[in-house]
């Protein structure tokens, strides 16, 4: 979508180049070679781009961080589940220290703050692209953008405030505390 506007204008090469050809071919067309054209990046591209890439790696992190949670979790729940009732207590309460000492639930708990990460940054990708084509999609993924805001706002506090309240994140808690 964007990268392209990162790379040189084939076309403008290709003129370039053109025009260095007839003037080698007739001088009188040109007076003088004419200067290449310009390589420079529009800095807009570059803010985008950066955005939207580090929404992608941190959407990417975040699905690779889920996957090994599941496998840490499956590897907690089926180890040790042979062999006398006291062996099987002591090797569950081994793991379950390990499971306490390595930090594997604020571990997890990271994973959504991640993708909430990757949401913030493609969206500011997203509004920094647009901006400069079209005022009016800006404005439709701004009003997305605000209400997806407002939404996470008004339920983490809720969960802040009220402990009965089902919308309990680790903001919140954070909040809270």
């Not at 807009?44 to 961080?65: F, H, W």
Request: aromatic residues 10%.
């Amino acid at each position: 979508m964007t990268t392209p506007s990162l790379s040189p204008d084939p076309s403008a090469e290709t003129n370039y180049l053109l025009r260095v050809l007839i003037t080698k071919l007739d001088n009188a067309t040109f007076p003088s070679v004419p200067e290449p054209p310009s390589q420079g990046k529009d800095p807009i591209s570059v803010r985008a781009n950066c955005l939207l890439y580090s929404s992608l790696c941190c959407s990417i992190l975040a699905a690779v961080g889920a996957m090994l949670a599941k496998e840490w979790l499956q590897s907690f729940e089926r180890g040790g589940q042979v062999g006398p009732i006291h062996e099987q207590v002591l090797r569950r309460q081994h793991k379950f220290n390990g499971v306490r000492q390595w930090l594997l639930e604020p571990m997890t708990r990271l994973l959504p703050t991640i993708l909430l990460i990757s949401v913030v940054l493609f969206f500011f990708g997203l509004i920094e692209f647009l901006i400069p084509l079209d005022h009016s999609a800006t404005g439709v993924v701004m009003a997305f953008a605000n209400l997806g805001i407002i939404y996470y706002i008004l339920t983490t506090a809720a969960g802040a405030i009220w402990d009965a309240c089902p919308y309990q994140t680790s903001v919140s808690k954070a909040i809270k505390y």
